[in-house]
């Protein structure tokens, strides 16, 4: 994926090197020069000083071929003003924001902006809504995140029941599609490769599940 990381801080730094491991084309913004130093010098991506929230320096960062945007700065307002010109004006679809004043979470949620809030493992946690976009991203309700994805096996002929994915990975399927039809599942429902499901599962969970998703 194509991803844009605003803010190297602690938060920013750690979260681009994930992704660039993670072989994801990665462009970082920031308004200091020497905030890049953090990236380390196997960093393989693009790095740009700027304002996240300035058109052309978006541009230059490639958002108009962007699949996702990280707003992960200092300041919750730098953030949601980037969350806005990467959403509205250049119609990016996956946007997560770092949140430091819970009290805002209500808000971001009316309007429809993915966030990650704490001060431990967010880096981790911005990185697991990020992979899990291999799947669709569709919402996210206070510490549960709603997941739409299709199953991939390296053995096509392996199964799984909805059961088995809420004891193992604590994901609880609530619809599926199989063949073309579409179901609400029981336990023992069996999804197959290929199938599309969407699954409701604690935000904390997400990395362990991604070994779901991208299998």
Do not use: W
Not at 49 to 77: I, Y
Not at 98 to 118: H, M, N, S, V, W
Not at 162 to 190: F, I, N, Q, S
């Amino acid at each position: 994926m194509n991803i844009i990381v605003v803010g190297c801080g602690r938060v920013g730094s750690h979260l681009a090197t994930l992704l660039s491991d993670d072989g994801h084309n990665v462009s970082v913004i920031d308004r200091r020069a020497d905030s890049f130093a953090a990236l380390g010098h196997d960093f393989n991506g693009t790095t740009i000083k700027g304002v996240g929230f300035d058109e052309e320096v978006l541009q230059e960062a490639g958002v108009e071929d962007c699949d996702v945007v990280a707003a992960v700065t200092s300041n919750d307002n730098t953030n949601l003003m980037v969350a806005e010109v990467a959403r509205r004006i250049f119609g990016v679809k996956h946007v997560i924001t770092r949140l430091y004043a819970p009290k805002r979470e209500k808000t971001y949620t009316q309007l429809g902006i993915d966030f990650a809030c704490g001060t431990t493992l967010v880096a981790e946690e911005i990185f697991a809504k990020i992979v899990a976009n291999h799947g669709h991203h569709v919402e996210t309700f206070g510490d549960y995140e709603l997941i739409r994805f299709a199953l991939r096996f390296d053995d096509r002929t392996a199964t799984v029941t909805c059961g088995e994915l809420e004891r193992d990975y604590g994901a609880r399927v609530v619809v599926y599609e199989h063949d073309d039809v579409t179901a609400m599942p029981k336990p023992d429902t069996v999804l197959h490769h290929g199938d599309v499901a969407m699954v409701c599962i604690d935000r904390l969970s997400l990395l362990d599940f991604n070994e779901i998703i991208r299998s």
